[in-house]
């Protein structure tokens, strides 16, 4: 009898375990430059086999203000900043910064039609600082130079609570937001989500919605399910207890 009970004891705790991992999800990979998110609208960056972060080439290198060129034949990026020029080779370790030939412990790649580069390499060349968070996911860069600060918390205050799904069963994409009293929070995680659910499907759509979902300033406050459109698939949005969650259906689901 005693082993039949802890059985069930570790199967309830396991199933317990797995349905927080679950809801919590996995956070998304984040790079802030000088404190702002940098946001990418189609490829997203990665971390690669040497465990470096990949990025876009273009939308790092213009966001720290260099000018990026992109050459197929040659299959090199070239990154100039005032009198700093960075060469980064697909495939190759080996690159160039100010006309010296260096090596790094990872490479330039090509993915999807894409050039990726390694973030630190590319904010080091022009005298920025980095810093890796693996609890929060996050490479924080500071062009001034200067340290970056550590967060005081190990899980980011707005992005560490809120939740993307990309593909879910019927759900084409969906964002779960966990509600906390602090309002200055509270606030900055609605305007977190609206902004990642406007790349998405547009800044009318996602205005109509989060004007809804912003209605909940307490815990108690539950707002029923509403729809909206958008194109020909249904949207709903809906707040009760510490979740928010904003769905998009996929097209002919039937909801009634």
Do not use: C
């Not at 993915?111 to 929060?136: H, K, L, M, N």
């Not at 939740?163 to 019927?170: I, S």
């Amino acid at each position: 009898m005693k082993k039949i009970i802890m059985v069930i004891t570790v199967v309830i705790v396991m199933t317990s375990i797995f349905s927080i991992l679950n809801v919590l999800g996995e956070m998304p990979l984040r790079i802030l430059i000088n404190g702002d998110r940098l946001f990418f609208p189609d490829a997203q960056p990665f971390i690669d086999a040497n465990g470096r972060t990949q990025t876009p080439a273009r939308f790092i290198g213009e966001e720290l203000g260099a000018t990026v060129t992109w050459d197929g034949s040659a299959q090199k990026a070239t990154f100039v900043k005032g009198s700093n020029k960075l060469i980064l080779y697909i495939g190759k370790k080996e690159y160039e910064l100010d006309g010296k030939k260096l090596e790094m412990d990872t490479a330039a790649l090509l993915q999807e039609g894409r050039t990726f580069v390694p973030a630190r390499y590319v904010a080091e060349a022009f005298g920025a600082t980095v810093r890796w968070d693996s609890v929060i996911r996050t490479v924080y860069i500071d062009t001034s130079g200067a340290v970056v600060p550590t967060p005081q918390a190990t899980k980011d205050p707005v992005y560490g609570w809120i939740k993307v799904d990309h593909n879910r069963q019927d759900v084409e994409y969906g964002i779960s937001i966990t509600f906390t009293s602090d309002q200055e929070i509270l606030k900055a995680r609605f305007d977190a989500a609206e902004k990642m659910f406007t790349e998405e499907y547009g800044a009318d759509i996602a205005k109509e919605v989060f004007q809804y979902l912003r209605q909940k300033k307490l815990r108690w406050d539950d707002l029923p399910i509403k729809q909206y459109k958008v194109g020909n698939k249904i949207v709903t949005a809906e707040a009760a207890g510490f979740e928010i969650l904003l769905q998009v259906w996929k097209e002919g689901v039937n909801l009634q």
